[in-house]
């Protein structure tokens, strides 16, 4: 339900916080007082259109917030935050929107901004709005088959057949991507067949690159190579011819660190460093030596890693950047190239699946159907019922249920019919306000107080059904006398049992049924005209239905007491 409404600087609105509550809250105030404006807030708040014309005049932005506390945790507004990754671990939702003068919009869910289009999705779940009929679920044709469900308990069974039809789905979509042509089918076997030759006969090792790369540069620089190791070996244990080597020059410091050992024992230290100077110095020279005995140039092998590295780069260039890239692309080559070589047989074996799923679920949605045959019959009885009782005794109501034949549907019998997660049928609900007239779909009916009445209607009988929380009626006392108000209030009185509900309206008879009773007033302040609303409590509210009755001497009075007798007695 709305529990709290922030409304500034929006329209005659100069700053407004309005606490709300659960069960039945009326609005009552002069005409152009600004009660159809807090309507239009929170229809802005919902997602509906905004333009700059709203922002109160002087001011540069115009801000409406809702907190809307989520009772139920499996509730629909609850599973569409949770779907969206928006949802509050508070158990509740923060909605707001902001309208700049220069007409930009910016609306948040729990403070995350998002696309107007994500607010209205999220405000359906939230709210029903009888007035301009932006926010009427009812008049929403994809809900009419939801709600007769609910109506008639048939969740289950639709859920059941739901299930069925999202296999079904994923069996034609794996059928879709096999039924290709048989020349492209051809095609890229053909393809998938060269790609995984062409990668096993390479052979590849996964760190092969580089270590061909690092023989190649010694084949190639194999001469280089060689002198250098040479020179380096003969400097290190054979001198140039003109000077000592190495290890020669060693050899004497060593002669001479002996001597001097032999005088001062502290030095012994050096000797033993020398010592270990001359064998590194030694392996040094042999291993160089070593290196030289075993370079060797080989063209004949240096022409083969030439070509392998060559064919390496080919293979990358064709299926990725790395040798690794190159054997992962041929492993998915593989695994499609056996999907694909089998293709025929999962064919058809899935075109059996597909067969049997569209049996299985015609006979579910025959079954569904003829439930809500038998349902729609009683839920127009009900609703006819209600209107009768709201003056409205000639109104018919009725739940049409089609279905529409298709080739490809799903089996009925002797039959295929078009069909989704639903069912077979296509539902929608026909009214027919005054004797002779045909009946009409719901959506199409005349605006005005019949409207209001035969949506109060339908929302009494499907009070249980409809799972959206607050419902504001804005338009419910146009066209309809006090006899008929005393009706509606206790019909509104009846619905807030299940539902938050939310009435503006100029009929005491009304009003009266408030469990709160909000007045809203229009003042000028400093020259500017601003809106307000208190709470009516005690005789401020006899005050106020005495004032709409017209009459405020002490009969007028009296007559708005009994009014609030006769609705704390219903």
């Not at 259109?49 to 709203?54: A, N, P």
């Not at 492209?184 to 090792?205: F, K, N, P, T």
């Not at 060559?310 to 064709?318: D, E, G, P, V, Y």
Request: charged content about 25%; overall charge negative.
């Amino acid at each position: 339900m709305l529990s709290e409404l922030h409304v500034s600087n929006f329209a005659i609105i100069d700053d407004l916080h309005l606490m709300l509550h659960a069960g039945f809250n009326v609005f009552t105030g002069e005409t152009g007082a600004g009660k159809s404006i807090i309507i239009d807030a929170i229809e802005l708040l919902l997602g509906g259109k905004s333009s700059q014309e709203m922002v109160r005049a002087g001011a540069s932005m115009a801000r409406v917030e809702g907190i809307f506390a989520l009772d139920a945790p499996d509730s629909p507004a609850q599973a569409w935050l949770l779907a969206h990754e928006l949802a509050d671990e508070s158990g509740q939702v923060i909605l707001a929107r902001e309208i700049r003068r220069g007409g930009r919009s910016v609306a948040r869910i729990n403070g995350r901004a998002v696309a107007q289009s994500l607010l209205a999705q999220l405000g359906q779940h939230l709210v029903d709005i009888h007035g301009q009929g932006q926010h009427l679920s009812l008049l929403n044709v994809r809900t009419h088959g939801r709600l007769l469900d609910q109506f008639a308990g048939l969740q289950t069974q639709q859920q059941a057949l739901a299930s069925e039809v999202r296999v079904l789905r994923d069996v034609r979509a794996e059928l879709a991507k096999l039924r290709q042509s048989a020349r492209e089918l051809a095609r890229r076997l053909d393809l998938l067949r060269y790609q995984v030759q062409e990668i096993d006969e390479a052979g590849l090792m996964p760190h092969e690159q580089e270590a061909l790369e690092s023989e190649r540069s010694r084949l190639a620089n194999a001469e280089a190579l060689m002198h250098e190791s040479a020179v380096l070996a003969a400097l290190l244990s054979e001198g140039d011819g003109t000077s000592l080597s190495a290890l020669d020059v060693l050899g004497n410091s060593m002669v001479h660190l002996e001597k001097l050992v032999r005088l001062d024992a502290d030095l012994a230290p050096m000797l033993a460093q020398a010592e270990d100077l001359f064998e590194g110095v030694s392996d040094l020279a042999r291993a160089v030596s070593d290196y030289g005995s075993g370079l060797e140039y080989d063209p004949q092998r240096l022409r083969e890693i030439e070509e392998r590295l060559a064919l390496i780069s080919q293979l990358q260039r064709k299926y990725g950047d790395t040798i690794a890239d190159v054997l992962a692309f041929g492993e998915s080559a593989r695994a499609e190239l056996a999907l694909l070589s089998d293709s025929e047989t999962r064919t058809e074996a899935l075109e059996a699946q597909e067969e049997q799923l569209l049996r299985v679920i015609g006979e579910r949605a025959q079954t569904l159907s003829r439930a809500r045959t038998r349902a729609s019959a009683t839920l127009a009885q009900a609703v006819e019922t209600e209107l009768a009782v709201l003056r409205m005794a000639g109104t018919r109501f009725k739940v049409e249920i089609r279905q529409k034949r298709d080739d490809s549907g799903c089996y009925v019998g002797d039959e295929r019919f078009a069909f989704d997660a639903t069912g077979i049928d296509q539902i929608q609900f026909l009214v027919s306000a005054n004797p002779g007239e045909p009946l009409r779909p719901l959506a199409k009916v005349a605006s005005g107080g019949e409207t209001a009445r035969l949506m109060l209607a339908l929302k009494n009988v499907l009070s249980q059904a409809d799972a959206t929380p607050t419902l504001i009626f804005d338009e419910i006392d146009q066209g309809i006398g006090g006899r008929v108000g005393a009706i509606v209030g206790q019909k509104l009185l009846a619905l807030a049992a299940e539902h938050q509900v939310l009435c503006v309206t100029h009929l005491p008879q009304i009003a009266a049924y408030g469990h709160k009773h909000l007045q809203v007033s229009k003042q000028v302040a400093g020259q500017r005209t601003i809106s307000q609303i208190r709470i009516l409590e005690g005789e401020e509210r006899v005050d106020e239905l005495a004032a709409m009755l017209g009459a405020e001497s002490d009969s007028g009075r009296q007559s708005a007491q009994e009014l609030l007798a006769a609705a704390r007695a219903a």
